[in-house]
C-alpha cells in the first residue's frame, strides 16, 4: 500500500496515478441508532451510505467498533475502506485508530466526513489538517492518531437559527426544504471523497469549493 508523508503539513496527498493504486480509509461521522440516523451530526455517514450504494458495497460490522465495506473507486484503482464507527460521536478515535492499524493505513490517507456549522447547507470544503473547529468527533480521532494531518470533507449544515443552541441545531433532522437537496448534496460530497482518492488536495478544491465573491 502506498502512502504519503504525514509531516509535510498543508501539502497535498500524491495523485495515486503517480504512486500506484493506493488504499484509503474513508470514514463518516455521526451517532449510532436510529433516533440519530437522519439527524444533521449523522450527515457524514449519509455520505457513507451514498457511496456504499453507488458501488454496490456491503457494510458489515467489524471488530474495531464500526461498519465497514470495501470497494474500489475502478477496477486496478484506489481502494476505499468505507466505515461508520458504531461509537458515539464524541469517542470516534477509538474505532478509527483501531480501523488504521488493522488495515495499516496513515493518517495520511485517511479521509473524514464530518458536519460543518460553518459551511452553508449547500456548500463543502476540504482540507487536510489545522483546527478541529470545536467539533469533538475531529478532536477525538487527532487525539488517537496523535496527529491532525488527515483529510477531511467538511459537509455544510449551516448556522443554527436565532439564539437555538448549536449542540441542539446538529442533533434535528434536516429541514423539509434541506431534505429536498439533502440528495444532491450527498451527492456531492461522494463525488469529493472520490476526487480525494484519485487526484491531488489542491485539484478536489478547485473542483468542490465556491468561486470566490468578488
Do not use: C
Not at 168 to 186: C, G, I, M, Q
Amino acid at each position: 500500500m502506498t502512502t504519503q508523508d504525514t509531516a509535510r503539513g498543508a501539502g497535498a496527498p500524491a495523485s495515486p496515478s503517480a504512486s500506484g493504486a493506493s488504499t484509503w480509509l474513508v470514514v463518516g461521522l455521526g451517532n449510532p441508532g436510529p433516533d440519530y440516523a437522519r439527524t444533521r451530526h449523522n450527515v457524514g455517514q449519509m455520505v457513507i451510505d451514498e457511496l456504499a450504494d453507488r458501488f454496490g458495497t456491503r457494510l458489515t460490522a467489524h471488530k474495531a467498533g464500526a461498519a465497514v465495506g470495501t470497494t474500489h473507486v475502478r477496477p486496478g484503482g484506489p481502494k476505499l475502506l468505507l466505515a461508520k464507527p458504531a461509537s458515539y460521536m464524541n469517542v470516534s478515535g477509538r474505532p478509527v485508530g483501531a480501523l488504521a492499524r488493522f488495515y495499516s493505513v496513515a493518517p495520511a490517507n485517511i479521509i473524514v466526513v464530518h458536519d460543518e456549522l460553518d459551511i452553508p447547507f449547500d456548500a463543502l470544503k476540504l482540507k487536510i489538517g489545522g483546527s478541529e473547529g470545536g467539533h469533538n468527533g475531529l478532536k477525538s480521532i487527532s487525539q488517537v492518531l496523535g496527529t491532525k494531518d488527515y483529510l477531511r470533507v467538511r459537509v455544510g449544515v449551516g448556522r443554527p437559527p436565532g439564539r437555538q443552541p448549536a449542540a441542539d441545531f446538529v442533533l434535528r433532522p434536516f429541514s423539509a426544504a434541506e431534505r429536498e437537496l439533502l440528495p444532491l448534496h450527498l451527492d456531492r460530497a461522494a463525488d469529493a471523497v472520490v476526487e480525494l482518492a484519485t487526484a491531488s488536495l489542491e485539484q478536489a478544491q478547485q473542483k468542490f469549493h465556491p468561486a470566490p465573491t468578488r
